[in-house]
T-cell receptor
Framework: DPKIIQKPKYLVAVTGSEKILICEQY?????MYWYRQSAKKPLEFMFS???????DNQTASSRFQPQSSKKNHLDLQITALKPDDSATYFC????????????FGPGTRLTVL | TQTVSQSDAHVTVFEGDSVELRCNYS??????LSWYIQHHGHGLQFLLK??????VVQGVNGFEAEFSKSDSSFHLRKASVHWSDSAVYFC??????????FGAGTKLSVKP
């Protein structure tokens, strides 16, 4: 059974719209993360959460907003979508926030037209 | 600011060969280094890590990496590669309480 679920697997959106990327982990971890991977840039760290609290935010744009309704959920809301937002978005988790190995989900591939 | 550099974008070897994938970093304080593997169309999978102690660390599937403070390096090695090792390998570095930074990745192609 998959331990980290990301939904949807593929997502197509139009410029200016808003989408929510879903992430749930069933590893019992206390820390969760979002990353972005595109052809133009290497894997890019976006956010980290620990016990549902924001720990790091490396994303300059406020259009990207994480949402944590439960400790094992960390969704990513993206507003006013732009073509440059096209990328694969990976969710990850670790036992606790800090120097632990991270477990990655399968990713959501977002294409903005 | 920590940075991580993977100088080889693509490495091609034959099955059974040994391989070394290079990773160099720059960071002034205590750091945590790790390697991840990404097969095509999948998320990253953890291979191994170094934080302190023995500079040679063993990972899954016969991989090992060696930390060198003098060279600011954390190269990944495998003595005998298999075709299933074909993937993209990412080196990552983070300091205490800092966000992790990943290298650009090295694509390893193993020919039969």
């Amino acid at each position: 059974d998959p331990k980290i679920i990301q939904k949807p697997k593929y997502l197509v959106a139009v410029t200016g719209s808003e989408k929510i990327l879903i992430c749930e982990q069933y590893l019992g971890h206390n820390a969760m993360y979002w990353y972005r991977q595109s052809a133009k840039k290497p894997l890019e760290f976006m956010f980290s959460y620990s016990y549902q609290k924001l720990m790091d935010n490396q994303t300059a744009s406020s259009r990207f907003q994480p949402q944590s309704s439960k400790k094992n959920h960390l969704d990513l809301q993206i507003t006013a979508l732009k073509p440059d937002d096209s990328a694969t978005y990976f969710c990850a988790s670790s036992p606790d926030w800090g120097v632990y190995e991270q477990y990655f989900g399968p990713g959501t591939r977002l294409t903005v037209l | 600011t920590q940075t991580v550099s993977q100088s080889d974008a693509h490495v091609t070897v034959f099955e059974g060969d040994s391989v070394e994938l290079r990773c160099n970093y720059s960071y002034g304080g205590s750091i945590y280094l790790s390697w991840y593997i990404q097969h095509h169309g999948h998320g990253l999978q953890f291979l191994l890590k170094y934080y302190s102690g023995n500079p040679v660390v063993q990972g899954v599937n016969g991989f090992e990496a060696e930390f060198s403070k003098s060279d600011s390096s954390f190269h990944l090695r495998k003595a005998s590669v298999h075709w299933s090792d074909s993937a993209v390998y990412f080196c990552a570095v983070r300091g205490n309480n800092n966000a992790p930074r990943f290298g650009a990745g090295t694509k390893l192609s193993v020919k039969p």
